[in-house]
């Protein structure tokens, strides 16, 4: 009887000591929450405490996948100068787990459906699905944030927009004669998402307070991404043996890989290309044993020359890891605009471009 009030008591105490929503100021990528608005406090409340109370479990496995790929992805938005509060967006879209896959069939970390990624240029096949390739898909993820930026010039907007479609959040905005989307009414998901990315900001801006914690000893940015090219059909776990490396950690950082099932594995194909992240200790025995067609990582202060096949400036930008602005620069590349506004180089196939890092 004793240990039941015991831990009755324990409990309302960690209740209480998390039921404080002290925030008088709130803001997402530089704008700010209008708390004063009705009901706008409340929402943000409401998903706050059932976040934080309901799916603490949820929350602590989510923290973890943060930090395993949190450096990768700021630092791919600071290449392209997108504001940090949008990593959020992947914590409530797929936990920060870039296998995940909704029901209507939107996949990866960003949850592209299979039209958006295609027309990103991701490569989604039977083979191949891109949208879980934790780089280029955040690639794909910043090109269209900035695009409903250039268009909504409102990070609220942008995640409505992004959440229920530019047409369906246009269509709600002129039928109900409002200009912003605390003001109008959405479908419950819309109602709900932008709420609870706002409240995920803040629960993870107390990491302490909330007693989360990382139980990952590796982070993504342990893996090297290179290009290899299979002169033979390759099983994956023939693949895993010849680097030493468990089947395990093979198919965690490759999510972008086709795996027929956890039984049957899958196959690297003859003569295919494979962007693959390999452990960077095992970098120099892969190039021994296979033909490695380039790294696409460098370190810093490296001079590199890359001839163009299909890759766009922002790839390559991404790729080497330096500010696309810069890269056009470095090589007297004119920089021009699209009537929607998105500001684009034209490479051609061939070409040779510098990189000086």
């Given at each position: 009887?004793?240990?039941?009030?015991?831990?009755?008591?324990?409990?309302?105490?960690?209740?209480?000591?998390?039921?404080?929503?002290?925030?008088?100021?709130?803001?997402?990528?530089?704008?700010?929450?209008?708390?004063?608005?009705?009901?706008?406090?409340?929402?943000?409340?409401?998903?706050y405490?059932?976040?934080?109370?309901?799916?603490?479990?949820?929350?602590?496995?989510?923290?973890?996948?943060?930090?395993?790929?949190?450096?990768?992805?700021?630092?791919?938005?600071d290449?392209?100068?997108?504001h940090h509060?949008?990593?959020?967006?992947a914590?409530?879209?797929?936990?920060f787990d870039?296998?995940?896959?909704?029901?209507?069939?939107?996949?990866?970390?960003?949850?592209?459906?299979?039209?958006?990624?295609?027309?990103?240029?991701?490569?989604?096949?039977?083979?191949?699905?891109?949208?879980?390739?934790?780089?280029?898909?955040?690639?794909?993820?910043?090109?269209?944030?900035?695009?409903?930026?250039?268009?909504?010039?409102?990070?609220?907007?942008v995640?409505?927009?992004?959440?229920?479609?530019?047409?369906?959040?246009?269509q709600?905005?002129?039928?109900?004669?409002?200009?912003?989307?605390?003001?109008?009414i959405?479908?419950?998901?819309t109602?709900?998402?932008?709420?609870?990315?706002?409240?995920?900001?803040?629960?993870?801006?107390?990491?302490?307070?909330?007693?989360l914690?990382?139980?990952?000893?590796?982070?993504f940015?342990?893996?090297?991404?290179?290009?290899?090219?299979?002169?033979?059909?390759?099983?994956?776990?023939?693949f895993?043996?010849?680097?030493?490396?468990?089947?395990?950690?093979?198919y965690?950082?490759?999510?972008?890989?086709?795996h027929?099932?956890?039984r049957?594995?899958?196959?690297?194909?003859t003569?295919?290309n494979?962007?693959?992240?390999?452990?960077?200790d095992k970098?120099?025995?892969c190039?021994?044993?296979?033909?490695?067609?380039?790294?696409?990582?460098?370190?810093?202060?490296d001079?590199?020359?890359?001839?163009?096949?299909?890759?766009?400036?922002g790839?390559?930008?991404?790729i080497?890891?330096?500010?696309?602005?810069?890269?056009?620069?470095?090589?007297d590349?004119?920089?021009e605009?699209?009537?929607?506004?998105?500001?684009?180089?034209?490479?051609?196939?061939?070409?040779?471009?510098?990189?000086?890092?």
């Open positions: 009887m004793w240990l039941r009030v015991l831990f009755t008591l324990i409990f309302l105490i960690n209740l209480q000591s998390q039921s404080v929503f002290d925030f008088e100021e709130i803001s997402f990528a530089g704008s700010k929450v209008p708390l004063d608005k009705y009901d706008v406090k409340e929402r943000i409340k409401k998903e405490f059932k976040l934080l109370l309901d799916r603490k479990g949820y929350l602590l496995e989510l923290y973890d996948n943060y930090m395993f790929y949190e450096k990768m992805l700021l630092q791919a938005f290449r392209e100068g997108l509060d949008y990593i959020y967006v914590a409530v879209e797929s936990g870039p296998r995940t896959v909704s029901s209507r069939g939107a996949s990866g970390l960003w949850q592209f459906m299979k039209p958006t990624g295609q027309k990103y240029g991701l490569r989604i096949d039977e083979i191949i699905d891109e949208r879980n390739h934790p780089d280029l898909s955040t690639e794909a993820f910043i090109k269209h944030i900035k695009i409903l930026l250039d268009k909504y010039n409102d990070s609220f907007k995640l409505a927009a992004y959440n229920n479609g530019e047409f369906a959040f246009d709600t905005l002129q039928n109900q004669k409002m200009n912003d989307y605390w003001d109008c959405s479908n419950h998901e109602s709900e998402y932008v709420p609870k990315i706002v409240a995920m900001k803040l629960i993870f801006s107390e990491v302490e307070k909330n007693r914690s990382t139980f990952a000893d590796k982070t940015d342990k893996y090297k991404n290179i290009e290899i090219v299979f002169n033979e059909s390759l099983s994956f776990d023939d895993c043996s010849m680097l030493n490396i468990s089947y395990r950690e093979f965690q950082i490759n999510s972008h890989l086709i027929d099932s956890y049957k594995g899958g196959r690297f194909l003569n295919g494979y962007n693959l992240y390999i452990p960077y970098v120099k025995l190039q021994n044993i296979f033909s490695v067609n380039r790294f696409l990582e460098y370190e810093a202060s001079t590199i020359f890359v001839k163009i096949e299909n890759e766009t400036i790839e390559l930008a991404l080497y890891g330096i500010n696309w602005r810069e890269l056009a620069r470095q090589n590349l004119k920089i605009k699209r009537k929607n506004g998105l500001e684009y180089v034209d490479l051609v196939k061939g070409q040779e471009i510098i990189i000086i890092r």
